[in-house]
């Protein structure tokens, strides 16, 4: 797998002639970039979307790819459904997002597996203490329902375009970056929690090309995190990407490709353990 696009940011602008017409700039790049994906209207007549592929990831003990589904029911609901082991009717699916303000995270097995050894690995990975008091679950709770929802929104921007409120983002204009492959308007966006990043949108195309964010590292530094948005294809009235990759410091991590996206269908409630 490569990165799809290397990116040298070059202001186009004076810092005062930036401020000036950042709104107008702003708006312009917003609208090309929804018309591009299908349209305003169309976008906004979005009530659910599921995606259904599969993952590829890159640890330190290799690659392996993973089934994974998506279910967003705007706009205030995502879940990514996971396989986290087994394959089949052995299968066991980790669900992992939320539900307006509650999380959703839980493990789906068949009844007559044993998952012990799972839950308590599982456990083990995300911290959870025994001793922990119900402030510090609250607290981690909270945090975890917080970087699903930055999760949404890196997803969502590259898909819709669009800010929702259960986690609202701002735009503004950055400038323009130039490369090998071309031009991209650059978007500063900035959300609740200290949420902030930088979206590339295709000069010609007007398709959302790649999201930038920087990531908190061991020792107070920090990792550059990237989306690479491809693949783009109709949907219905849209033009939806149908492959997300995610790279750190240029080395890729992830590569989300899915086989089929599908526009208001009802979403299965159980399937994907919402309260609804």
Avoid: C
Wanted: charged fraction near 20%.
């Amino acid at each position: 797998m490569r990165k799809i696009l290397a990116v040298v940011v070059v202001m186009m602008a004076t810092a005062p002639a930036l401020v000036l017409g950042q709104a107008s700039e702003t708006s312009v790049v917003l609208a090309d970039m929804q018309a591009a994906l299908g349209g305003a209207d169309q976008l906004a007549a979005v009530r659910t979307l599921t995606a259904a592929g599969t993952v590829y990831r890159v640890t330190a003990r290799g690659g392996d790819e993973r089934g994974i589904e998506l279910a967003m029911e705007l706009p205030a609901t995502f879940v990514a459904r996971r396989v986290l082991t087994g394959e089949g009717a052995t299968a066991v699916y980790r669900n992992l997002g939320f539900d307006g303000e509650s999380l959703v995270e839980e493990l789906d097995a068949p009844p007559d597996l044993n998952i012990s050894g799972l839950q308590q690995r599982l456990a083990a990975r995300l911290r959870v203490q025994e001793n922990w008091t119900s402030e510090d679950r609250e607290a981690a709770a909270a945090r975890q329902l917080n970087a699903q929802k930055a999760y949404f929104a890196r997803v969502a921007l590259g898909m819709l375009g669009s800010s929702y409120e259960v986690f609202p983002v701002h735009f503004s204009y950055a400038g323009l970056a130039e490369s090998p492959d071309g031009s991209a308007h650059t978007l500063t966006v900035e959300g609740t929690n200290g949420f902030q990043a930088q979206l590339f949108v295709d000069a010609q195309s007007g398709l959302p090309l790649m999201l930038r964010w920087k990531r908190p590292a061991a020792g107070g530094t920090t990792t550059d995190s990237r989306y690479y948005y491809s693949d783009f294809k109709s949907v219905g009235d849209l033009n939806l990407p149908h492959a997300i990759q995610w790279t750190v410091d240029g080395e890729v991590r992830e590569q989300m490709t899915f086989e089929e996206i599908v526009i208001n269908s009802e979403i299965d409630h159980e399937k994907f353990s919402l309260s609804r």
